[in-house]
């Protein structure tokens, strides 16, 4: 089946760095999404991505979409305690969801 | 409010003692999914449905089974546990094919 690949797995970063997950897929996507789950929670969405190149912020978040759609990523920038937590990647195709691993972000106060 | 919802919140049980995950939402969406979380492999689907009475395996079905007799709830169901299934659980419904998934609060199953 379809297969989404997301690194880093982990990443540790001091507070008011940034940080960036990326996800892959082999094939075309018709779109991608990101989630949030904070340490105990559920996934959260946080946004859909459509076409081809586009570009996303909300706040000190900026998500991008790749221009051939295989590729996407998360970037936070100034990262805060609050940030902590797994970012996942989704994406949907033939009717299901497919996941990326997740990246697990620390972030060291 | 808008949301899922899933009971049990926990279990732990013995292999082989048929259980049932409920899952409820109030959105009205038709498309519903159970995942399961295991620790470096995400989110991985078991079973999903389109509509009620539509139902369609996922990646990783073995060992579940589910029913959509109405179109609030989704209910997972293990007919014969092993530890193997020893996970988190999650239900999500979602607005729209392919759009916003909203997830239910999580089930921790523990198979002795």
């Known amino acids: 089946g379809q297969q989404v690949m997301q690194i880093p797995q982990y990443q540790h970063v001091q507070e008011g760095e940034d940080f960036t997950t990326y996800c892959n897929s082999s094939t075309t996507l018709s779109n991608i999404q990101w989630y949030k789950q904070r340490p105990g929670g559920h996934p959260v969405f946080l946004i859909q991505?459509?076409?081809?190149?586009e570009v996303k912020k909300q706040k000190r978040l900026t998500f991008q979409f790749g221009e051939a759609k295989k590729n996407s990523s998360l970037h936070i920038t100034a990262t805060q305690t609050t940030d902590v937590g797994t970012y996942f990647c989704?994406?949907?195709?033939?009717?299901?969801?497919?996941f990326g691993t997740g990246t697990s972000l620390t972030v060291i106060p | 409010e808008a949301q899922v919802t899933q009971n049990p919140r926990y279990l732990i049980t013995v292999t082989g003692k048929k259980l049932t995950v409920t899952c409820s939402q109030n959105?009205?969406?038709?498309?519903m999914s159970w995942y399961r979380q295991d620790p470096g492999l995400g989110l991985r689907q078991i079973y999903y449905s389109m509509n009620v009475e539509v139902t369609d395996k996922g990646d990783v079905p073995e060992g579940y089974k589910v029913s959509r007799k109405e179109k609030r709830n989704f209910p997972l169901i293990l007919e014969s546990p092993s530890p193997n299934q020893t996970s988190l659980y999650f239900c999500?419904?979602?607005?729209?094919?392919?759009?916003?998934?909203?997830f239910g609060p999580g089930t921790r199953l523990t198979v002795l």
């Open positions: 999500a419904s979602t607005g729209g094919r392919g759009g916003t998934q909203y």
């Open positions: 991505l459509v076409k081809s190149g």
């Open positions: 989704a994406a949907f195709t033939g009717n299901q969801f497919y």
């Open positions: 959105m009205n969406h038709e498309y």
